[in-house]
């Protein structure tokens, strides 16, 4: 039967196969009419910047699961033209609301309880909300004030179909004149994230990182909440509460530079130490993960989004990262970036280094500048940091044509190098980047 509570994703599949049915007609009439007009660099970036109008208008409609899609695909850099991703990175601002009934069903399901019954005072209403769930605060014996995450009811049941109804939305965009990758390509990317979404709504899963990130990942600076398993299901998630303010609640209260050094230098050191020592990174760093305190220590939250990193991919990153670090003029250079990535299994084998170097060195230029450029300084400035270039469309073919596949591995592992930056940008922070003793990075 289809969800017909208004604070819940639509369930069914006929509703649900009809919102991304529409969405793809309406694709292929904006294509049409975009043909008919004069093209230009303009006309062409707006063109886009509708089509992501048209995903987005999906896909909050289907809400769930199909909206975490959307803020995952918006933090791939070169797999969708940037008119559609930036149009797709609104879902990191829309969190639905669950209202009181609502939340009162998911605990009966998981608890045969209410709320009410399980902590000594439970906040009906939710202090913060996301794609998937929301948290609430309580009051619990012997553990003091906890907060409690509540997954929206029906988010499990819809993951596969969203899938399909993603991929059917993507093909769609492949009948334009969008510059995408090969099938192929957005097939690994999507199979990654379905993986990813069904590890997401397990709680019991997030628990289980909880508890591995605390006793391994200890940093000075870096606090990390515990689980409450009594209180813990599938769908629900009680853990210590963590005090701290969101970023840009902090920021209001104008902390001084060395503050904000402070904290910014606790992250890049826990996420190093993450990617290049314990090899397992928190793949969802979007600053409403993270918690802010007087003192400039930094509270990470939501550990459901989690990515194991191998050691051969971790060196090959290493190479390909200390090989662009290398003098234009460096003979070796390309062929050693070019090496690191068919290693990776970005590029085809077959690619030459005379074809790199004319061919895909040019169209990935600016983003491999903007992705070392934090390793060109002992101390970066992230205050001057620019946000990811926009590549071309001429460049996104050219990108398209070369490209493999998608190491399992490398979504998740984008996904934590644009969130990092973009948390330190927005701190402002001035960093030492080369001061980690795992960082075998050199310029």
């Known amino acids: 039967m289809a969800q017909t509570d208004a604070n819940a994703p639509r369930t069914g599949k006929l509703a649900r196969s009809a919102i991304t049915g529409l969405a793809a007609a309406r694709i292929g009439m904006a294509e049409l009419g975009h043909r008919t007009r004069k093209r230009s660099a303009q006309a062409q970036a707006e063109h886009e910047a509708a089509l992501g109008r048209i995903l987005f208008g999906a896909l909050g409609q289907l809400r769930g699961s199909a909206l975490k899609v959307s803020q995952l695909l918006s933090m791939h850099p070169g797999l969708l033209p940037d008119g559609v991703r930036s149009e797709l990175a609104r879902a990191h601002h829309q969190a639905p609301p669950l209202n009181r009934a609502l939340v009162g069903r998911v ?28 948290v609430h605060r309580a009051q619990l014996a012997g553990h003091g004030t906890v907060a409690v995450k509540v997954q929206y009811p029906g988010i499990a049941a819809t993951i596969a179909s969203d899938m399909q109804l993603m991929r059917a939305a993507l093909r769609a965009l492949a009948h334009t004149d969008m510059p995408l990758p090969t099938d192929a390509v957005l097939d690994s990317v999507m199979t990654e994230i379905e993986a990813t979404l069904l590890r997401e709504v397990d709680y019991l899963q997030e628990a289980e990182q909880l508890q591995w990130f605390a006793q391994h990942a200890a940093q000075p600076g870096v606090v990390m909440t515990q689980p409450i398993l009594s209180h813990t299901r599938a769908q629900v998630l009680t853990q210590q509460f963590v005090p701290g303010l969101p970023l840009q609640a902090w920021l209001a209260t104008q902390p001084p530079q060395a503050l904000r050094d402070q904290a910014g230098q606790h992250l890049w050191d826990w996420f190093m130490h993450c990617i290049f020592v314990l090899g397992r990174v928190h793949a969802d760093p979007h600053p409403g993960n993270f918690l802010f305190a007087p003192d400039g220590t930094v509270g990470v939250l939501d550990f459901g989004c989690t990515r194991a990193l191998p050691s051969a991919f971790r060196a090959q990153v290493v190479q390909a990262w200390s090989a662009l ?99 330190l940008t927005q701190l402002g922070a001035r960093v030492h980047t080369r001061a980690h003793k795992a960082l075998a990075i050199q310029p």
Do not use: C
């Open 325 to 423: 670090l290398r003098a234009p003029t460096d003979p070796t250079r390309n062929a050693q970036v070019l090496q690191a990535y068919q290693a990776l299994g970005l590029l085809r084998k077959d690619l030459t280094v005379q074809a790199y170097t004319t061919e895909l060195a040019p169209a990935l230029a600016e983003m491999q500048a903007w992705q070392i450029e934090p390793f060109t300084q002992p101390v970066f400035d992230f205050g001057t940091k620019t946000p990811p270039p926009i590549t071309p469309s001429q460049h996104q073919r050219v990108l398209g044509q070369h490209l493999a596949q998608i190491p399992g591995e490398m979504p998740a592992f984008e996904r934590m190098w644009m969130g990092l930056m973009h948390l």
């Open 107 to 134: 605990f009966r399901q998981a608890f045969g309880q209410e709320p009410e019954a399980l902590f000594d005072q439970f906040e009906p209403t939710a202090f913060a909300a996301a794609s998937l769930g929301q």
